[in-house]
């Protein structure tokens, strides 16, 4: 079975080990933001930063989500900056990739004891969810 935009993901993983190298944990959140999304367009990415989505219930708008950067119009990361993620933050980026579009997306942190990145897969047609770092 081959991984769901193995590729770009492949580049994604190569840019967050590149800006931690160069940056450890050292500075804040935004700084790396900025710093990825730099790197992840010096390896030919396209990448659309806040991007506005919205949030549907019962066929109503009821809320927008903003996340960090859209990769290649098909992969939705969320950075964090914090000393380890949370079972509280692996749910809530699942229940934002669930209610977009997107069928995968990349939760990284650039935490206190190293790279943390969490690779997610929704797979609508099963209604299920898979989960690989």
């Given at each position: 079975m081959a991984l769901l935009y193995r590729d770009i993901t492949y580049e994604i993983r190569g840019a967050c080990f590149w800006i931690w190298k160069e940056f450890g944990n050292a500075f804040k959140e935004s700084i790396v933001d900025k710093a990825l999304t730099e790197e992840l367009r010096k390896?030919?990415?396209k990448v659309t930063d806040q991007k506005?989505?919205?949030?549907?219930?019962?066929n109503k708008k009821v809320g927008t989500y903003?996340?960090?950067k859209i990769v290649n119009d098909c992969v939705l990361v969320e950075i964090k900056r914090k000393p380890f993620l949370l079972k509280q933050d692996k749910e809530q980026f699942w229940h934002y990739l669930k209610g977009s579009s997107y069928k995968l997306g990349m939760l990284i942190n650039f935490g206190e004891r190293g790279l943390e990145i969490k690779r997610v897969i929704y797979d609508i047609k099963r209604g299920i969810r898979i989960r690989s770092a």
């Open positions: 390896r030919g990415l506005r989505i919205d949030v549907f219930y019962n903003v996340p960090d």
